[in-house]
């Protein structure tokens, strides 16, 4: 959660404060969701999925938008001990400690980071709350950050999405070279095709319309009253495209979670976190059950500070079609993807971090599946842009589940 931007730096700002009078930036968007809608309408009316992707892609990478390289910035990684009354202590929970590293840079422009993915070719992609993308590249161990990029995320018209009051860039979730950015405050998803024009990609919505529902009013039908800051920050999609939301203020004991196809309407219908913290960030892999199954590993941490706590936890996630209801014959890609649903048929703490004394504000966690059946986990910690945090990235294996 953004609490405070850097300052020194040239950004543009748009100050669209929450229902506020339309600017004329906000009507020029929404001219061009306009473009949008009506090529996402006719992917549905094909019943294929290519189509709408494509719409997206689009309009994320404008014909003639030229490729755009993101700026090269330095980067320090201090390494640092899970516990440092005891550096040789590594097992904490079901988690093995691989690394851990203090993240700085003379850029004023790094900090804020709240989600982080792996990349294919195993190096790394975070968000900044202020509204930046971040490459992390990583030595031969796969662990040290050596090099960084940084660049503007732009709105759908081009304009920076940075300096933009009440708009919190926090969740990240990547398939191939698009990028899916979780908003606060203006409660929204954004697609950016980063692997297609580079810096230079827009953040093309993933509704439009009547196409699907925006978040803000997929909370209201799911009865969840969702503040500004408390908004979707855990994104997560599988590489099938069903895009899972969750929420981070806690229903009673639980956390609401969306597991959609990313061209359907969120249903926050799944209920996960027992008892654990706020729910900030989640990532899944494949089950080697198949069928559409996930593993999914969620962050949690405690937003008052008193409270502390930090925790790991995983929910094994199945797929099946949805049997309740009578949806008659199948029109199409889209509509059998409509009919799908997950259930919840497992989950476990892995870790509470706290117990070691980590305090950082962990709120993005990234997952990939190793060669030999381990689980890697990185966690990225958002300093806020204050002298008094940290931006703290920790690196953990899980065993290979006996299954």
């Given at each position: 959660?953004?609490?405070?931007?850097?300052?020194?730096?040239?950004?543009?700002?748009?100050?669209?404060?929450?229902?506020?009078?339309?600017?004329?930036?906000?009507?020029?968007?929404?001219?061009?969701?306009?473009?949008?809608?009506?090529?996402?309408?006719?992917?549905?009316?094909?019943?294929?999925?290519?189509?709408?992707?494509?719409?997206?892609?689009?309009?994320?990478?404008?014909?003639?938008?030229?490729?755009?390289?993101?700026?090269?910035?330095?980067?320090?990684?201090?390494?640092?001990?899970?516990?440092?009354?005891?550096?040789?202590?590594?097992?904490?929970?079901?988690?093995?400690?691989?690394?851990?590293?203090?993240?700085?840079?003379?850029?004023?422009?790094?900090?804020?980071?709240?989600?982080?993915?792996?990349?294919?070719?195993?190096?790394?992609?975070?968000?900044?709350?202020?509204?930046?993308?971040?490459?992390?590249?990583?030595?031969?161990?796969?662990?040290?950050?050596?090099?960084?990029?940084?660049?503007?995320?732009?709105?759908?018209?081009?304009?920076?999405?940075?300096?933009?009051?009440?708009?919190?860039?926090?969740?990240?979730?990547?398939?191939?070279?698009?990028?899916?950015?979780?908003?606060?405050?203006?409660?929204?998803?954004?697609?950016?095709?980063?692997?297609?024009?580079?810096?230079?990609?827009?953040?093309?919505?993933?509704?439009?319309?009547?196409?699907g529902l925006p978040l803000r009013?997929?909370?209201?039908?799911?009865?969840?009253?969702?503040?500004?800051?408390?908004?979707?920050?855990?994104?997560?999609?599988?590489?099938?495209?069903?895009?899972?939301?969750?929420?981070?203020?806690?229903?009673?004991?639980?956390?609401?979670?969306?597991?959609?196809?990313?061209?359907?309407?969120?249903?926050?219908?799944?209920?996960?976190?027992?008892?654990?913290?706020?729910?900030?960030?989640?990532?899944?892999?494949?089950?080697?059950?198949?069928?559409?199954?996930?593993?999914?590993?969620?962050?949690?941490?405690?937003?008052?500070?008193?409270?502390?706590?930090?925790?790991?936890?995983?929910?094994?996630?199945?797929?099946?079609?949805?049997?309740?209801?009578?949806?008659?014959?199948?029109?199409?890609?889209?509509?059998?993807?409509?009919?799908?649903?997950?259930?919840?048929?497992?989950?476990?703490?892995?870790?509470?971090?706290?117990?070691?004394?980590?305090?950082?504000?962990?709120?993005?966690?990234?997952?990939?599946?190793?060669?030999?059946?381990?689980?890697?986990?990185?966690?990225?910690?958002?300093?806020?842009y204050s002298a008094d945090k940290?931006?703290?990235?920790?690196?953990?294996?899980?065993?290979?589940?006996?299954?």
């Amino acid at each position: 959660m953004r609490q405070a931007v850097p300052t020194g730096q040239a950004v543009a700002e748009r100050r669209v404060a929450v229902n506020a009078p339309k600017s004329v930036a906000v009507a020029e968007a929404e001219a061009s969701n306009r473009v949008i809608v009506s090529a996402a309408r006719n992917a549905k009316r094909t019943g294929n999925l290519e189509p709408y992707l494509k719409a997206l892609s689009d309009a994320s990478c404008p014909v003639g938008t030229p490729v755009r390289a993101a700026d090269a910035i330095s980067i320090t990684a201090l390494p640092t001990a899970l516990q440092p009354s005891d550096p040789a202590k590594r097992k904490i929970g079901s988690l093995t400690y691989v690394a851990g590293y203090q993240l700085s840079s003379t850029d004023a422009r790094f900090g804020g980071l709240s989600g982080i993915e792996v990349l294919d070719n195993g190096d790394l992609l975070a968000v900044s709350d202020a509204g930046y993308f971040v490459w992390m590249d990583l030595a031969d161990d796969g662990l040290t950050p050596v090099t960084a990029r940084l660049s503007t995320m732009r709105d759908i018209t081009g304009q920076a999405l940075t300096g933009v009051a009440g708009d919190s860039a926090e969740g990240l979730a990547i398939n191939g070279g698009m990028a899916l950015v979780s908003f606060e405050g203006n409660h929204r998803v954004l697609a950016f095709d980063v692997g297609k024009c580079g810096a230079a990609a827009r953040g093309a919505p993933i509704v439009f319309g009547n196409y699907g529902l925006p978040l803000r009013e997929a909370y209201e039908d799911a009865r969840i009253a969702v503040d500004p800051g408390n908004g979707s920050e855990p994104l997560a999609v599988t590489k099938d495209w069903f895009l899972f939301t969750g929420i981070e203020k806690k229903q009673g004991h639980l956390n609401a979670l969306s597991a959609r196809p990313i061209e359907s309407e969120p249903e926050f219908d799944l209920l996960v976190g027992v008892d654990a913290p706020e729910f900030a960030g989640i990532d899944i892999l494949p089950d080697q059950q198949g069928n559409g199954a996930v593993r999914a590993f969620l962050i949690h941490r405690a937003r008052d500070a008193k409270d502390g706590r930090i925790w790991v936890t995983e929910t094994d996630l199945q797929r099946h079609e949805d049997r309740t209801r009578d949806y008659g014959p199948v029109r199409g890609e889209m509509d059998a993807r409509s009919r799908q649903r997950y259930t919840e048929t497992g989950w476990r703490e892995l870790a509470q971090l706290n117990q070691f004394g980590v305090v950082d504000q962990f709120e993005g966690i990234a997952a990939r599946q190793m060669s030999d059946g381990r689980v890697r986990l990185y966690l990225i910690s958002d300093d806020d842009y204050s002298a008094d945090k940290r931006t703290v990235m920790m690196v953990f294996d899980l065993a290979k589940p006996l299954r």
